[in-house]
């Protein structure tokens, strides 16, 4: 079993960009054991939390597809018929995570940004991951203010590889609300520690819950082994 985020990385509303990032450590140390536990299905893991990505980037262009939505509108179309924008969204998220980290990785995964602009990204640094993420995100805003799915996912690639995880886990994409997003520097920084934090809080059970399925399977295949044998 999966320990749990501990209640007081979560507790209550960082006041301080000092307790913001000192919190969102923690939970990125905690959420790094689970990245190391061979009982989460990892792939799998990181397709759900895409998931929930893609719902909120396409809530912050003001549409209201769900998750079955989202699932149906990318899965159920013909393959090279357009799955509309909310598709198109989900499908970005999912190429972003599929495969380990590169400027060819993000570039399948996004339309329109060049390889230079990428790899500019991918090599921003900071204080922290977090706040490199932070500065990739206010970058790509600055000169596309529509642009909040890249923003978001190279926000998530850059913290993903500061931390030397080989693929992107979204995190800041589960956490950061519309009005995050118009913030700047500091402010912005701030709001990406909070966000972090709250996606590791997301993140977590989900790990948590996909681990527990895992083992059921793991437990039912052999007895149905046995009485095919």
């Known amino acids: 079993m999966l320990a749990p985020l501990p209640g007081w990385i979560t507790a209550g509303r960082a ?9 969102s450590g923690a939970a990125l140390a905690h959420l790094g054991l689970i990245l190391g536990n061979g009982d989460v299905p990892l792939a799998l893991w990181r397709e759900r939390l895409a998931l929930m990505a893609a719902e909120g980037c ?12 989202l699932r149906d509108a990318l899965h159920l179309t013909k393959e090279g018929d357009d ?22 990785t993000m570039g399948r995964a996004l339309d329109g940004v060049t390889p230079e602009r990428i790899a500019l990204c991918l090599d921003a640094t900071g204080p922290t991951p977090v706040d490199g993420a932070a500065q990739v ?13 890249a ?7 850059v913290l993903a590889g500061g931390l030397g995880w080989t693929h992107v886990v979204p995190l800041l994409s589960i956490g950061l609300k519309a009005r995050d997003l118009r ?9 990406c520690h909070r966000a972090v934090t709250a996606g590791v809080g997301q993140a977590v059970p989900v ?3 996909l681990a527990r399925a895992a083992a059921r399977l793991r437990a ?10």
């Not at 006041?15 to 919190?23: K, Q, S």
């Open 15 to 23: 006041e301080t960009l000092e307790v913001a990032a000192f919190r």
């Open 58 to 69: 396409v809530g912050l262009a003001g549409r209201r597809e769900g998750a079955g939505a």
């Open 83 to 104: 799955p509309g924008p909310a598709g198109r969204v989900l499908g970005q998220w999912s190429r972003a995570v599929a495969r380990p980290i590169s400027v060819g």
């Open 137 to 149: 995100i206010n970058s790509v805003l600055a000169d596309h203010p529509r642009g909040e799915t």
């Open 151 to 157: 923003a978001l996912i190279l926000g998530d690639a």
């Open 183 to 191: 913030l700047r520097e500091d402010d912005l920084r701030m709001a």
């Open 207 to 209: 790990a948590g819950g």
């Open 220 to 229: 039912v295949v052999p007895k149905k082994r046995e009485k095919g044998a």
